[in-house]
Structures are given as C-alpha cells and as structure tokens.
C-alpha cells in the first residue's frame, strides 16, 4: 500500500468526518429554518461570527459524540513500524480490515495521531462541560444570597471567593491534582462539599416554585433529593452499588478541581448581578406580593440575568478546555495513556523539532474549540445586548 499525498489526506480525512459533516447540516437547516421560535439560541444565527463559533463548537462535539465512527485505529494500540510515522503513511503489515493508513501520523509510541485527536474531544468534551456547569450551580446557589441579602453573609462568602482567586489559577489547579495532595484525601473532602450543591440547589428551587402546592412540591423535592443523593452518593464516594454514578479517582481529582477553581469567578459574577437587580421595580412588586425571597431570587432575579450568564459560560468552558490541556502537558491529566489533547501535545513535544505532527494536531484542534467557544460567547453576547 502506497502512502497518502496531501490531497490524498484531506480527501479521506473528510469522508471520515461524514457523520459530523450531516449532523452540522440538519443542526444548521432546522435552528435556521425555526430560529425565529428559539428565543436567543435562534437569534444567534443572525450574527455571523456567532454562526461560526458556533459551527466551530458543534463540530467538536459530534466529533465526540461520533468518536467511535470516526477513528481509523485504536488511539491507545501501537503499531510495529509507526513510530514517528509522517502523516499519510501505510501501515505496515495491516490486519485483515484494518485501515490501511496513519492519516495524520504516528506519535513516538507508534500510536495513531488522527485517531488520538478525535477521541481526544471525547475525553475534553466529558470534562469540561459538566464541571462547568457544577460551577456555575454553586456559584450561582453563593451568589444569590450574597447579592441579595448582603450584610456579613456577602462580606464571609466574598472574603472566601477572594481567597481562592487570590492564588495563580494554574498553580492553584496544579496543587490540587498532585499526588501529594491526592494522597491526604482532600480533594475528596472538596467532592464531598462541591456535589450537595445541584441537590441543594435543585431542591430550593422547586420547593419556591411549588410551596403553594404541596403535593407537587413534596413529589418534585423528594425525587430530586433522592435521585440527587444517590448521585451524591456515587460520585463523591464511590458507594453506588448499581454503579450508575461512578467516577474514576482520576477524573474525580480533576473535575473537583476544575469547579473549586471556577466557581469563585461565577459567585462573583452573579453577585455583582443581583446587586444591580434586586433595585429593578419587578423584584419590587415581588416583594410586596409577599413572594419568599428564594423564590424572587431565583424565579425573579435568576432569568434576568441569563444574558451574561450564559456568555460567561462558553467562555469558561474555554478557560476550563485550556485548564484540562495545560493539566494533560503536566502529565497530571485523567491518566498517563490518556488521549486528551494536553497529554498527546506533551508526548508529541519531545520530538517537535524533528515530527512536529504528533504535537501540531492536538494543539490545532485545542485553538480551533476555545476559539469557537470565544466566537460563540461574542455572537451570544452582540444578540444578548439586542434584547
């Protein structure tokens, strides 16, 4: 079997690509055709640099999600004869239905480098969303009180966000994945903490929504705090007997670490918002109704400040990608074989004088969803502004 020309590369890298290429058009035809009735979501296809950041992000995450599909080899297996392999080259000897090539190359442990970098946006996308969004609940279950009530709770709770945003991000983050601190427990104690708040948060929030209507209120309370706990249960300390929550200690390490770090930010911003909030005549009217004041929090005050909110999430999500890829290139990521993107940068690194493909693929693909993140949240907030 022949090696791949460039053109021979690219021609087969995108038919590899065939189910994200689909899945982008019937995202892009229906969001268009019904953008009018999506409310902002809608309104970002009216805003070209938000379209593109967008095309950016979603072609990452049906990547992952059609991972499977996509790769040509096994992103951990290693090949006789591929190491440092160039990009296009046969495979030497291939099995029987094998694929015949190393699309993108081969890495120093003859690993394939295309394969590695789509999985890769599996293990980023896993992470990255979902401890984002662990964040914002507790700095937004923080905050609110914070900025409402104000007085010694917002002066404590601002004095303990400070303290964690007084350390350097990346040291902070650093410190908390080591093996040294790993072995003291405390990043099980954080987990312990950091995974009540969606049941508290949850909890509150329906029971100010329904408190008028117990029956209701005790079914939804109840079923959020027991899924809610059974959840708790699995993730924090691993004593799900079904295993339906269940968290490698790696990946446990790293997703509490990346909340610990982000959350700060998020109560800080959701302050500043409330305080602004709280003096609108809508929050007013809620209060002499004699609405509670979770319920003017939360159902009054919360959906008012969306706009910012929701920018600031596809922006942290950029931060926290940068994070898990800086944490990877540390050799502190989710595990040493792992193919996330900062660990296969920090393998392909050594040799990048030499075959920078093995470093230059992960690291494009990195820029490419932070910057799609980027465009995303300015598209978001142009829309947002409009409102």
Partial sequence: MDDL?????FTHGFIRFWPVWL???LTFAVSIRYRRRLALYGKLFDSTVGMIGFAFVMFWVFTALFAGMIITHDPLVQLSGMKNALPGAAVKSPAEGSYPWYLLGGDNLARDVFSRMVMGAREVLKIAPAA???AFI???TLGLPAGYFGGRLDTFLSFLANLVLAFPVILLFYLLVTPEIVETGIPMYFAAVLFLFPVIFFSVLLNSRFHPNPPRRNLYVGAVL???LWAYLGLAF???PTGVFAMDPNLLNVFVSVVFVNAPGVFRIVRGLVMDIKARDYVAAGQTRGEGPWYIMLWEILPNARGPLIVDFCLRIGYTTILLGTLGFFGLGVSPESPDWGSTIDDGRKLLSIYPHAALVPALALMSLVLGLNLLAD???EESLRD
């Fill in 5 to 9: 020309s460039w053109t021979g590369i």
């Fill in 23 to 25: 899945a982008l058009v």
């Fill in 132 to 134: 984002t969004v662990f």
């Fill in 138 to 140: 507790m700095g937004i």
């Fill in 226 to 228: 027991v899924i809610g």
């Fill in 238 to 240: 691993n004593l799900d």
């Fill in 379 to 381: 598209g978001l907030r």
